[in-house]
Each structure stands twice: as structure tokens, then as C-alpha cells.
């Protein structure tokens, strides 16, 4: 496996020569952290174990969210409170896709092309929850925005993953609709492109002269919406690309590989270093933009959460319990640690060769004894 922070380590000089200039502040700022990522350069945490009073030094992550080195658990955190608000009923999975027309202004103006993907998306499925004969009422939804597909080229899409289920609360009734089928795709593309052009158009921005008519939204049922979910969370808070997925760095080309979605099958994709980084740093979203919202009755204000709790008591639908941080072992008896201190700086003395790795999430931590 090669770390992200060697391949930034390697060409970011090269990158910075030849197109600083073209880099936002995010994208600067990204670089930057990842390269740092517990590596001797970072900050240190001091830790002592209870048994045998061993000191050992660990390396502080960036904690930046695009990041594929750290974050583990605040994904495993975002998956467990979504699960604890899932409620008995059919789950659906639709992906509204942005047309290739369109990725250019969706690129110059990020902030307000995403939101407006996410909420369009939001608006159009709460409207057919509305008119449909079996749900009568307002829908709840997770929405999470991509920004790549899976050679990690520029294509933004919205997964909304939602129950079957709608509430109305004048009527104070819950509807459940049953079966494998909830909306039908072609009518959601083409209220989901009526609702964004007109977006578009009242944010000010210049539409292109040759979007397409037809449009692509897709909808699939996931059961219980446990398993796409997890899907959605592992990669909420941890980049677009697993360091376990880059193959090799030779002669200045990085390889890494990727699933096929027709074929399902494991591709490989080779780049120079500086165009890899170039496509990993252009999906880096604006400063403080969520990836992940909740709609509707899912959301943390709703007043119907308090009635989705009631569900769960009603029909003993127990979501599973949440999974704590993982504990920190020792290296000399495999007991576990404690945090004495934070955010100690590097000293030259830190940077001793001799370190052992230690793996307390999977994400690769380094122990300085």
C-alpha cells in the first residue's frame, strides 16, 4: 500500500509550479494536511499504559475530512446515528445525476450548484411522496453528494436514500407503501430537470446552450437501508480514493485501480503524479459545505422524530447499538493506553527511525516509543 502523503510528498513541488496559480484555498489547505498526516512532522500525543507504565508517542492525524487516513470513526459515528433513526419500513436508493453539459458550471460555482443539486433532488421526491395515491405526506430523506464516479472523474450526483414511508401531519397518519417499486425514474428526471434549470436560472448563472432533454435519475429498492447506508458513510468523511487502492508510483506515473460499474470488474488507471493529484484535489469541497443532510421527518429538528421514536417502541425495531472508538493497545503487554498529553510539537528528537505500527482502526497509526 502507498500513503497518499508520499504522493503529495513527490509531486506536490511539481504540482505547485505548474498550477498553483489554478488551486483555491481548500485544495491548498488539503495538500497541506495531507502530507502532515501523522507523519514526524505532525504534533504528538503522549500516552502511558496502566500495566506496565510503557510511554509511547503517537502522531496526531490532520483530521481533515477528505483525508483517507483518518476519520474512520467519525464515519462509523455518522452511520450509527443514521441507523438509530431508521425506521420498518422498504428502502429506496435514487441517484440524481448532473448531465456532462453541465459539470463545467457546476465546477465554477460549486457552493451554489451543489446546493441547489441537493435540494432539487430533496424537492422533487417529496413532491411525488405527496401526490402519490398510497403515501399522501411528506417523505424523509438522506441525501450525500458525490463529486466523482469511480475513475475519480468530475461527475456530481446526489444518493437519497429514504423510506417508504410518508407522514401527514394534519391528519397525524403515517402511510407505508409496500413492494419493490416507488417512483417511476423517468418522471423524476424530468421534474428533477425542470426544478434545477429553474434553479439555475434564478441564481443568476448562465445556463449552456446545449444541456440535454433527457435526463437520468435512477431508483432501486435496498431493504432495509442498513447495507446502503454503511455504503454511503464508509467514504462520507475519508477522500475519494482508499491508499490501499494506489497501486505504485514508478518513473513519475501513479497507478491505482477501480470497479468497473457495468462490468463489475477491477480496472487499473495509470496517471503522472501531477495530473493524480490534480484529480484528487478536484473534488475537495468548498469550506464548511456538509456532504450529508437529512430532509424531512429524518431531520434532527423535525417535530416528527418524537413519532419515529414511538415506531420503535411500537414494533421493537432496535437499531444495533453504536460501535465505540477502538481502543489504543501497547506494544511491549497489549494493554490499553491512555492519553496523557496533546499536541506536543515535533522535535528533531521525534523523528527517530526506530517506530512500530500499530493499527488500533485500520488507518495505520504509528507508535514512537
Known amino acids: 500500500m502507498i500513503r497518499l502523503a508520499h504522493i503529495v510528498a513527490t509531486y506536490a513541488a511539481k504540482l505547485l509550479a505548474q498550477h498553483g496559480h489554478h488551486l483555491l484555498p481548500s485544495q491548498q489547505a488539503a495538500l497541506t494536511a495531507f502530507q ?44 450509527d446515528q443514521q441507523l438509530h433513526k431508521s425506521i420498518p419500513a422498504n428502502y429506496f436508493m435514487l ?16 457552493r451554489v450548484m451543489y446546493d441547489l443539486i441537493t435540494r432539487c433532488a430533496w424537492e422533487t421526491v417529496n413532491t411525488f411522496s405527496q401526490n402519490d395515491n398510497k403515501l399522501r405526506g411528506s417523505a424523509g430523506a438522506v441525501t450525500v453528494l458525490h463529486t466523482h464516479n469511480r475513475r475519480l472523474d468530475y461527475h456530481p450526483h446526489v444518493h437519497l436514500v429514504m423510506p417508504a414511508v410518508a407522514f401527514n401531519p394534519k391528519q397525524r397518519r403515517m402511510r407505508h407503501k409496500h413492494g419493490n417499486y416507488l417512483f417511476n425514474h423517468k418522471a ?7 426544478k434545477l434549470l429553474a434553479g439555475i436560472r434564478q441564481a ?9 432533454t433527457d435526463w437520468v435519475v435512477d431508483c432501486k429498492a435496498v431493504g432495509t437501508g442498513q447495507h446502503a447506508l454503511i455504503y454511503l458513510g464508509r467514504y462520507l468523511y475519508r477522500g475519494v480514493i482508499q491508499e490501499k487502492d494506489i497501486l505504485s508510483d514508478r518513473h513519475g506515473q501513479v497507478t ?26 478536484q473534488h475537495i469541497l ?21 413519532q419515529l421514536q414511538l415506531t420503535h417502541l411500537r414494533r421493537r425495531n432496535n437499531p444495533p447499538p453504536a460501535q465505540p472508538r477502538p481502543a489504543i493497545r501497547c506494544p511491549c503487554c497489549g494493554g490499553v493506553m491512555k492519553i496523557v498529553r496533546t499536541r506536543i510539537k515535533a522535535t528533531p528528537l521525534a523523528a527517530n527511525p526506530s517506530m512500530s505500527e500499530h493499527r488500533p482502526d485500520g488507518a495505520g497509526w504509528e507508535i514512537m516509543r
Open 204 to 212: 443568476g448563472l448562465t445556463l449552456p446552450n446545449d444541456y440535454p
Open 95 to 110: 441517484t440524481f445525476t448532473v448531465p456532462a453539459q453541465l459539470r463545467t458550471l457546476a465546477w465554477q460555482h460549486q
Open 256 to 281: 491505482f485501480r477501480y470497479r468497473n460499474s457495468q462490468t463489475k470488474q477491477m480496472e487499473t488507471r495509470t496517471l503522472s503524479g501531477v495530473a493524480f493529484l490534480r484529480l484528487i484535489l
Open 36 to 79: 502532515t498526516c501523522r507523519s514526524q512532522m505532525s504534533p504528538r500525543m503522549q500516552l502511558a499504559c496502566d500495566d506496565c507504565q510503557t510511554p509511547s508517542y503517537l502522531p496526531h492525524s490532520c483530521g481533515h475530512r477528505h483525508c483517507p487516513h483518518c476519520q474512520a470513526h467519525e464515519s462509523q459515528r455518522w452511520i
Open 286 to 306: 468548498p469550506k464548511g459545505y456538509r456532504r450529508a443532510r437529512n430532509f424531512g421527518y429524518l431531520h434532527p429538528n423535525s417535530k416528527l422524530l418524537t
Open 188 to 194: 423524476l428526471a424530468k421534474v428533477f430537470r425542470a
